[in-house]
């Protein structure tokens, strides 16, 4: 059993389920300018409707009702409330959002909104994204003019999502828009990106001091693949920029020296500014951390390729490392290639506990990939999803036992969507969702996870 106050919900992001990407003046954003574009997302799929969430958002509130969520995390689209990225805000666009809070409240679910899931307009791209200090401006100005009409109905808050994803699989691979392969632009990215979070945390305090604030990154915890020096020294490499680059940041005001370091031949780090790290270490009320599976890593010449390569031809990510291979560590792998480790979880909750200043943690995203079909009984069974969620949720109750101050988890995702460079081929959702007819099917995972709220903890292990 669960704590009885601990949250659960699930969660989706604007851009991957909203569709209606001119709809009531929305702008432009990077990702429909990527999308357009001949060889970037597989199949050549948009997202110009995605699932019609925008359109349909009652239908799938009352999903979430009908699952027993008393939590639903979603984005908000920068585009759609602010068309250029700055000036003027759109009043339909906000009005979208008021509309779907509301409805979340009449239900009794806990509106979680995350500021910045990947859709930075088009017209702050074109003035230089984000390796351009300017933009993390803009998106303070933008955090606070949210916060300012939504903050009297939402009190959990979380800025920019991932921002390792969008800096270097935006900046550096290029398998993500805006689709640059720049690395030494990749590392301003990051450092921007993460001041953004700094200064939206300080617009949105001065407003509301009761507002739940936190930071959301993606965490791997990374072995290497023998204990030779090289592969050691890939792990460290690894660590450094996917985990500690970004926790050591938010948690403690500093960037790990190691990590500088390998980054010192693209860069002196003058984008640094005097007071930077202060401002992005503000005071966090929680921590969020997206987690889906374990690198394994070999710094062996001629290293293996990735086990999740890119849909698409992309440089690497991992700038100033770009030698570390990826291998398979030999475990079971979702239709991602991610490998399924359950085990992982519980050393980065208990690492962060550990290494750093004690601070609320929620699951903000957990889930798995697979190729899920409607049957001849027209139900869809997934009960390779069934076991991962249950295998997670079974290591956060032992992180729990252990002391550790996790307090929710949110299942990724609520629904099948649109999947980012790899389109619609890939399902994540506890809602199955047909592309052609936009019907919603609760899959055996979405069954299974609400008889599992309603218990309130887990009554047998899952098969």
Same mark, same amino acid.
């Given at each position: 059993?669960? %704590?009885?106050?601990?949250?659960?919900?699930?969660?989706?992001?604007?851009?991957?389920?909203?569709?209606?990407?001119?709809?009531?003046?929305?702008?432009?954003?990077?990702?429909?300018?990527?999308?357009?574009?001949?060889?970037?997302?597989?199949?050549?799929?948009?997202?110009?409707?995605?699932?019609?969430?925008?359109?349909?958002?009652?239908?799938?509130?009352?999903?979430?009702?009908?699952?027993?969520?008393?939590?639903?995390?979603?984005?908000?689209?920068?585009?759609?409330?602010?068309?250029?990225?700055?000036?003027?805000?759109?009043?339909?666009?906000?009005?979208?959002?008021?509309?779907?809070?509301?409805?979340?409240?009449?239900?009794?679910?806990?509106?979680?909104?995350?500021?910045?899931?990947?859709?930075?307009?088009?017209?702050?791209?074109?003035?230089?994204?984000?390796?351009?200090?300017?933009?993390?401006?803009?998106?303070?100005?933008?955090?606070?003019?949210?916060?300012?009409?939504?903050?009297?109905?939402?009190?959990?808050?979380?800025?920019?999502?991932?921002?390792?994803?969008?800096?270097?699989?935006?900046?550096?691979?290029?398998?993500?828009?805006?689709?640059?392969?720049?690395?030494?632009?990749?590392?301003?990215?990051?450092?921007?990106?993460?001041?953004?979070?700094?200064?939206?945390?300080?617009?949105?305090?001065?407003?509301?001091?009761?507002?739940? #604030?936190?930071?959301?990154?993606?965490?791997?915890?990374?072995? %290497?693949?023998?204990?030779?020096?090289?592969?050691?020294?890939?792990?460290?490499? #690894?660590?450094?920029?996917?985990?500690?680059?970004?926790?050591?940041?938010?948690?403690?005001?500093?960037?790990?020296?190691?990590?500088?370091?390998?980054?010192?031949?693209?860069?002196?780090?003058?984008?640094?500014?005097?007071?930077?790290?202060?401002?992005?270490?503000?005071?966090?009320?929680?921590?969020?951390?997206?987690?889906?599976?374990?690198?394994?890593?070999?710094?062996?010449?001629?290293?293996?390729?990735?086990?999740?390569?890119?849909?698409?031809?992309?440089?690497?990510?991992?700038?100033?490392?770009?030698?570390?291979?990826?291998?398979?560590?030999?475990?079971?792998?979702?239709?991602?290639?991610?490998?399924?480790?359950?085990?992982?979880?519980?050393?980065?909750?208990?690492? #962060?506990?550990?290494?750093? %200043?004690?601070?609320?943690?929620?699951?903000?995203?957990?889930?798995?990939?697979?190729?899920?079909?409607?049957?001849?009984?027209?139900?869809?069974?997934?009960?390779?999803?069934?076991?991962?969620?249950?295998?997670?949720?079974?290591?956060?109750?032992?992180?729990?036992?252990?002391?550790? %101050?996790?307090?929710?988890?949110?299942?990724?995702?609520?629904?099948?969507?649109?999947?980012?460079?790899?389109?619609?081929?890939?399902?994540?959702?506890?809602?199955?969702?047909?592309?052609?007819?936009?019907?919603?099917?609760?899959?055996?995972?979405?069954?299974?996870?609400?008889?599992?709220?309603?218990?309130?903890?887990?009554?047998?292990?899952?098969?």
């Amino acid at each position: 059993m669960f %704590p009885t106050r601990f949250v659960w919900g699930a969660a989706t992001s604007a851009y991957q389920i909203e569709g209606a990407i001119t709809a009531d003046g929305r702008g432009r954003s990077i990702w429909d300018t990527f999308c357009s574009q001949d060889g970037r997302i597989v199949g050549g799929d948009t997202a110009e409707t995605a699932i019609d969430h925008y359109n349909r958002y009652r239908e799938d509130v009352k999903l979430m009702a009908d699952l027993g969520l008393t939590a639903y995390r979603f984005s908000v689209s920068w585009p759609r409330i602010q068309p250029d990225g700055s000036g003027a805000y759109n009043a339909k666009g906000l009005d979208f959002y008021k509309r779907l809070v509301d409805e979340l409240l009449s239900y009794g679910i806990d509106p979680w909104l995350t500021l910045y899931h990947w859709d930075l307009p088009q017209a702050l791209e074109d003035a230089g994204g984000w390796p351009a200090r300017d933009t993390s401006k803009r998106f303070a100005d933008f955090a606070a003019a949210v916060h300012a009409e939504l903050g009297d109905r939402v009190r959990n808050w979380s800025t920019v999502n991932e921002p390792w994803c969008s800096a270097f699989l935006g900046y550096a691979s290029g398998e993500h828009a805006p689709g640059r392969r720049e690395p030494a632009a990749a590392l301003r990215a990051a450092h921007h990106l993460n001041l953004a979070h700094g200064l939206a945390v300080q617009a949105m305090r001065a407003q509301n001091a009761d507002s739940q #604030i936190g930071g959301c990154v993606n965490l791997y915890p990374v072995t %290497p693949a023998t204990g030779s020096e090289a592969d050691q020294d890939a792990a460290r490499r #690894i660590d450094g920029l996917q985990n500690r680059f970004f926790l050591d940041a938010l948690l403690k005001g500093s960037y790990p020296e190691d990590v500088l370091a390998d980054l010192s031949h693209l860069s002196d780090m003058e984008f640094i500014q005097d007071g930077d790290l202060a401002t992005i270490a503000a005071p966090l009320d929680m921590l969020l951390i997206n987690y889906y599976s374990r690198f394994t890593v070999s710094g062996a010449p001629g290293g293996a390729a990735s086990a999740a390569a890119a849909p698409t031809d992309s440089g690497s990510p991992w700038i100033g490392s770009e030698h570390v291979g990826f291998v398979n560590g030999g475990r079971p792998v979702t239709s991602m290639g991610w490998e399924i480790d359950d085990s992982g979880l519980q050393e980065m909750l208990r690492r #962060i506990a550990e290494e750093y %200043p004690r601070i609320p943690l929620y699951i903000s995203e957990n889930g798995a990939a697979y190729d899920d079909a409607i049957g001849e009984d027209g139900a869809v069974h997934d009960p390779d999803r069934v076991a991962y969620i249950d295998a997670h949720l079974r290591t956060c109750h032992t992180a729990i036992e252990s002391g550790i %101050p996790l307090q929710g988890y949110f299942a990724w995702s609520l629904m099948d969507n649109f999947e980012w460079a790899w389109g619609y081929g890939k399902r994540f959702g506890l809602v199955y969702v047909d592309y052609e007819t936009q019907a919603r099917t609760m899959k055996s995972s979405a069954l299974w996870y609400a008889d599992t709220i309603r218990h309130g903890g887990l009554l047998g292990r899952a098969q």
